[in-house]
């Protein structure tokens, strides 16, 4: 799945083992439903996974990332405004516009609380998730820098255009730790990235040692980034109304992934590899920070319910995800 990946010269034994751990991203869809099951059935399998392990977590996905890339990726990923324009377009009014959208159609049409809907189109407002990076570099690790520089862009401005957009479809004012963003941005993206990008310049041998233990080990951070924040919540998904906030946040994520998919295909047809950039902006307009919605939703409103909707939105986001991740990624081993 990922051909970015280092052959080495070895003796069969070993080739044949590192083979596997380099294929293991293969299970990955296999350990998201097994981590969602279980999180399930027995929640403190992952309560102990908290939030304070997501973002070294979440970093450790970026830093696999820049094991595998270069400074000229990134240089490459900066040569394409109309494609990252295509991104923050995305993020910002398509699916603000599909929250506003099936909010209201929670209140109105399944008589949901106002706070439900409020939670919806709040879960709508928050900028890209750093997920969408990683399902990008399964499926077109050479897409990889573009998903992040449109994540990082739509998270660094995330903390004037969320405020106003919170105003705008709820009508609440929501402070934004700015500093808290931009320590996240730093911590998460940044830092992790740089590191394995001066690891992959100046120590290219370590590179090449560690690069068959990062498949398994990405495997099972990421079921842990999607086991936890389901077994975590698992009450208020449980909940009375919660098969139809599911339906309601599953029909949100899904409109957005379709329409992050096909729109750029009209607008970038002529483009080389517009599939792969389909697929990228498909990540970009599907997936986003449901941690920060489910953050903002704790400290901001008094009503617990506004909370349910990004909680939700965390599980379903991650395996309809990496589900397209399995789906895309199996095409292309096909195709070749």
């Not at 999180?39 to 970093?59: D, I, M, Q």
């Not at 998460?188 to 310049?201: D, E, F, M």
């Amino acid at each position: 799945m990922l051909g970015v990946f280092f052959q080495p010269s070895v003796p069969g034994e070993q080739f044949y083992i590192i083979k596997i751990l380099k294929e293991s991203n293969s299970f990955l869809p296999h350990a998201v439903i097994a981590s969602t099951l279980l999180a399930l059935v027995y929640p403190p399998s992952f309560t102990w996974f908290t939030n304070r392990y997501y973002a070294p977590a979440l970093g450790f996905l970026m830093f696999a990332v820049g094991v595998n890339s270069s400074e000229r990726d990134f240089l490459e990923a900066f040569k394409r405004p109309a494609a990252i324009s295509a991104g923050y377009i995305g993020q910002f009014i398509v699916k603000p516009l599909l929250g506003y959208f099936f909010g209201m159609m929670s209140v109105t049409m399944f008589s949901l609380p106002t706070s439900i809907g409020a939670g919806v189109m709040l879960t709508s407002c928050v900028s890209g998730a750093q997920l969408s990076n990683y399902a990008t570099f399964l499926t077109d690790p050479s897409m990889a820098p573009l998903s992040i520089v449109m994540t990082s862009l739509s998270t660094a401005t995330a903390v004037f255009v969320t405020p106003l957009l919170s105003l705008l479809l709820i009508g609440k004012r929501l402070p934004v730790d700015v500093k808290g963003m931009v320590s996240s941005i730093l911590q998460i993206v940044v830092a992790p990235i740089t590191a394995g990008l001066l690891l992959n310049r100046f120590f290219p041998w370590i590179c090449n040692a560690i690069r068959p233990l990062l498949p398994p080990l990405s495997v099972f951070v990421t079921a842990l980034c999607v086991g936890a924040p389901l077994a975590i919540n698992v009450d208020s998904i449980m909940s009375s109304f919660g098969l139809t906030i599911l339906l309601i946040i599953t029909a949100f994520h899904l409109s957005a992934f379709i329409i992050g998919y096909f729109l750029p295909g009209f607008i970038f047809q002529k483009a080389p590899d517009v599939k792969a950039l389909q697929r990228t902006l498909s990540f970009e307009t599907g997936m986003q920070s449901s941690l920060l919605a489910l953050a903002l939703a704790n400290r901001f409103f008094q009503d617990p319910l506004v909370a349910v909707p990004p909680a939700i939105s965390t599980v379903m986001m991650s395996l309809m995800g990496f589900s397209l991740v399995m789906l895309w990624a199996r095409r292309r081993a096909t195709a070749q």
